[in-house]
């Protein structure tokens, strides 16, 4: 179909710095996102890794403009959204799970006013009976049931309590779901159970994901495309199994090469790629490329220039000299 | 389910029904009031004095109701007679000469419980007069703070940044004035102010020194509320619970409203109850001072006060306001430290 591979998000050179206070006027910026170009196909789940502190979650946040982004362009069906009204609009199609279920349901709501509460402010029911529907309706797609309405998230397991985050992202009819680490505070048993609910909604909804997450097998599980993020910067993307089997950026390639392998004859057979050093500072990011001061192969050029993002075979993108 | 000779198997049908509902039913849904209540009926402390608040506050609301005699009727003068001085300094449960004749006729006379006063006025109506108006100022001047406090803080709180600056300044500016010195210059200046603005208005009755008492309250005591609110949702408004009301499209008074004030409500309820007694005791001294209620409205510290005129002989006319004022200020702060034992959720493992 025509429709499945038109951009469904596109984000262009999208800055995001947070000003840190050093002493007391002045302030620096910290280059969480900097500079990052992609798009998200309509249907599909892009899965977007890296380390912690690399920028994954502030490029979520930052697409759904809960931070106001530094500059660069969001552009969602077609439609860069910049305006109050704008932003309005997109709130009831774009929506977000979050990373802890703990603390991400408000413990004095109960679990019909947290999954309501998107209904609420868009006002998108008539009466109460409706609402009362749509909510056991949304509760049915995550599997919950309609006794547990009433109650507080504080009775629920972890499991429970991500459907519960689940269900209210899904309240509002919405097309794209910015999923931040939906499951990396699950055990691995309940993990397999929400990543299989996500991939049926999808199904079901005719959903399109941004699935971020630091758990590379759970990644490869559900995404069909891949972007890897260092130091706030993209440095590959390309199709799931792909970046899986030729991985291109040496850091990728170290990345990948930490994912456990169930096989012990494998596992051992498999050189791990240990990068000396430390992830450094985003408040001193180095110049050029950042990830030179770890890479096996840095040259001088790296020092002088950042790498763009260039199509190294078709449709895998990546940023580094010398590839 | 068809029944196998030799299973072990459970057989649905061998439970009565109440059983097979019990095992299907999950506890009844609790909430966070329900268990605090649940653990504040269990300290006996608090139990106690709340027990002897509503005691308290249900005699000052209805004893005057009922009772023969006023709070400002002086007994001795009645219209057109002879002023009877036997009235005057009764010691209690003593009566005055017209009250002895007309007993020995046969009538009841309800009797002076703690005496009269030196203008001959029922003392003991006095006092239950005196708890009324302190505990209502207590009250009253709370809820000022609270209302104050809240807003400012949580205002503060959320919206942050220069707003934030520009308020916690204003905060610390109240905050670093001596307030003893405060209070008796507010309340002196706007009696005067407020003595002439008032006449023939419906706030007369209730005095300009009451009203004044509000304003110093109001003034002067809501800024370690709004710190102490400020610094709850500072803290609150970092969980993601807020960060998803944002990413659903809720705006800033509905997170205030409905996620974090709800959130710090312990905190609220606490230092409310713990506000009253301090608004109590800043009310008596005041109107031991002279600056608080207008006479001849009773309140517990003016009556200390005048009764300190004739202390070596009337000493029980000091000692009954201060046993009353020191009763209603334990009682309250006692219940205040069993309500935040119940109700913080730090202290509950």
Redesign the interface.
């Known amino acids: 179909m025509s429709e499945h591979t038109e951009d469904l998000v596109e984000i262009r050179h999208l800055k995001q710095y947070f000003p840190v206070s050093m002493g007391f006027f002045k302030t620096k910026p910290l280059k969480a996102v900097d500079d990052v170009s992609f798009n998200i196909r309509r249907g599909e789940t892009l899965g977007l890794v890296g380390e912690s502190g690399c920028g994954k979650t502030t490029v979520g946040r930052t697409i759904l403009n809960l931070y106001k982004p530094t500059s660069g362009d969001i552009i969602y069906d077609g439609k860069p959204i910049k305006s109050k009204n704008d932003i309005r609009e997109f709130r009831k199609k774009a929506t977000m799970v979050f990373q802890d279920p703990y603390s991400s349901l408000n413990p004095r709501m109960t679990v019909s006013d947290i999954i309501g509460e998107p209904l609420d402010i868009h006002k998108l029911y008539g009466n109460a009976q409706e609402r009362r529907e749509r909510i056991l309706e949304l509760m049915g797609y995550v599997g919950l049931n309609s006794e547990h309405a009433s109650r507080y998230a504080h009775e629920f397991s972890g499991g429970q309590r991500q459907r519960i985050g689940i269900a209210r992202s899904l309240a509002v009819n919405p097309e794209f779901i910015v999923c931040d680490e939906p499951v990396s505070a699950l055990d691995v048993s309940i993990q397999a159970q929400v990543i299989n609910m996500f991939d049926e909604l999808q199904e079901k909804l005719g959903l399109t994901y941004l699935f971020i997450a630091h758990d590379l097998l759970v990644v490869r599980h559900i995404s069909d495309r891949i972007a890897v993020m260092y130091l706030g910067k993209m440095v590959e993307l390309a199709d799931a199994k792909e970046i899986y089997d030729h991985p291109q950026h040496p850091y990728s390639i170290s990345l990948l090469s930490a994912v456990p392998v169930p096989d012990p004859k494998e596992a051992r057979a498999n050189k791990r790629i240990v990068l000396s050093g430390d992830i450094p500072s985003p408040l001193n990011a180095p110049s050029g490329c950042p990830f030179r001061t770890r890479c096996p192969h840095a040259q001088k050029q790296c020092a002088e220039t950042m790498p763009e993002l260039k199509e190294i075979s078709p449709g895998h993108f990546a940023a580094c000299h010398i590839l | 389910m068809e029944k196998k000779p030799f299973s072990m198997q459970v057989d649905m049908e061998d439970f009565i029904p109440e059983e097979k509902a019990y095992m299907v039913n999950?506890r009844p849904?609790s909430?966070?009031f329900k268990d605090g209540i649940r653990r504040l009926k269990k300290n006996k402390v608090a139990v106690v004095s709340f027990f002897i608040i509503v005691v308290i506050t249900l005699a000052a609301i209805f004893i005057p109701m009922f009772w023969p005699y006023s709070y400002d009727q002086m007994l001795g003068m009645v219209p057109g007679q002879p002023v009877d001085n036997s009235f005057l300094n009764l010691a209690p449960f003593e009566y005055g000469k017209s009250e002895i004749a007309r007993m020995e006729a046969g009538e009841t006379i309800v009797p002076h419980i703690f005496g009269t006063d030196n203008q001959g006025r029922d003392y003991f109506i006095r006092v239950i007069y005196g708890t009324r108006i302190s505990l209502a100022v207590g009250f009253f001047a709370s809820i000022i703070v609270l209302i104050i406090g809240l807003t400012v803080g949580s205002v503060s709180g959320y919206v942050g940044g220069k707003v934030d600056l520009v308020i916690m300044r204003i905060v610390d500016m109240i905050y670093s004035l001596p307030d003893m010195l405060m209070v008796i210059l507010l309340a002196s200046v706007l009696k005067q102010v407020l003595e002439t603005s008032l006449e023939g208005t419906a706030l007369e009755k209730i005095g300009s020194n009451i009203i004044s008492l509000f304003i110093v309250f109001g003034v002067l005591y809501w800024v370690s509320m709004a710190r102490l609110i400020r610094g709850q949702i500072l803290s609150l408004k970092q969980?993601?619970?807020v960060?998803?009301?944002?990413?659903?499209?809720?705006k800033g008074g509905?997170i205030i409203l409905?996620?974090l004030i709800?959130?710090c409500?312990s905190v609220i309820i606490i230092s409310t109850a713990l506000q009253i007694p301090s608004a109590i005791f800043t009310e008596s001294y005041l109107s031991f001072l002279g600056l608080g209620v207008n006479a001849p409205m009773p309140s517990l510290g003016s009556l200390a006060s005048e009764a300190l005129n004739g202390v070596t002989s009337y000493p029980y006319r000091l000692i009954i306001p201060a046993i009353v004022i020191s009763l209603i200020v334990l009682s309250l702060n006692l219940f205040g430290d069993g309500l935040r034992d119940a109700f913080d959720p730090k202290l509950n493992v």
């Open positions: 999950m849904a909430t966070f969980q993601e619970y960060l998803a009301a944002k990413a659903a499209g809720a509905r409905k996620h709800p959130n409500f």
